[in-house]
């Protein structure tokens, strides 16, 4: 395998960017799957980096557009499967009374998720594939309440397929300019990060407040 995309970017990658490039210039399409896999499992390697680093090494010769997109695809749902397993493996009750032992967090919290996943948790795992951090948080609780596993992976693939699908396509034709794809997306990332923040923060503030008032 030739160093395609180190030899053909204008300017010299380093860093994640880097480090993906020779993953891929030395397995191919394989290479794409492990680091989009890994996204599932650390979410700090970003899925709207690797993504377009996919479609450029494919607008280069490295491994065909379908070849990008099954193996980004295989990538995104072995991950995903790793994390339903270890909801599986976590368990209801468990994950129940590790909850309640969280400050300012209270066992009917977990009852009120629980109930909430159980009505909406279809659309939940296939629309949380393709929204930053929740597309690698998404599986835990599928796990956890034991959604059926065909079906998960049914949802999983098809979400994934259409997140990855977007990115790849747009690396693709912006070649060299691939990174563009990365900065338009991480507005729309630090806007789930910014509307967690402000979920957490009026979370915290209503839970002391009550605190306040049982103990007045």
Do not use: C
């Amino acid at each position: 395998m030739n160093l395609l995309l180190a030899q053909t970017a204008s300017e010299p990658m380093g860093g994640l960017a880097g480090w993906a490039v020779s993953l891929m210039d030395a397995l191919g399409g394989p290479g794409a799957a492990i680091i989009v896999g890994l996204d599932n499992l650390f979410p700090p390697i970003p899925s709207e980096l690797v993504l377009p680093l996919a479609g450029f090494s494919a607008s280069q010769g490295t491994f065909t557009l379908m070849e990008a997109l099954v193996w980004t695809t295989f990538g995104s749902v072995a991950g995903a499967i790793i994390v339903y397993y270890l909801g599986l493996l976590l368990g209801r009750d468990r994950t129940r009374r590790w909850m309640a032992k969280i400050p300012l967090v209270k066992a009917s919290d977990f009852d009120k998720t629980e109930a909430w996943f159980k009505k909406h948790g279809t659309k939940a795992v296939f629309f949380g594939r393709m929204v930053p951090i929740f597309r690698s948080l998404i599986s835990l609780p599928a796990g956890i309440e034991r959604m059926p596993f065909w079906r998960f992976l049914t949802l999983t693939t098809l979400g994934s397929l259409i997140w990855n699908t977007v990115f790849v396509l747009a690396g693709y034709a912006l070649g060299e300019s691939w990174h563009l794809v990365e900065e338009y997306a991480g507005f729309f990332q630090y806007f789930v990060i910014a509307a967690v923040a402000i979920a957490l923060t009026l979370f915290v503030v209503n839970r002391l407040r009550e605190k306040n008032r049982t103990n007045a």
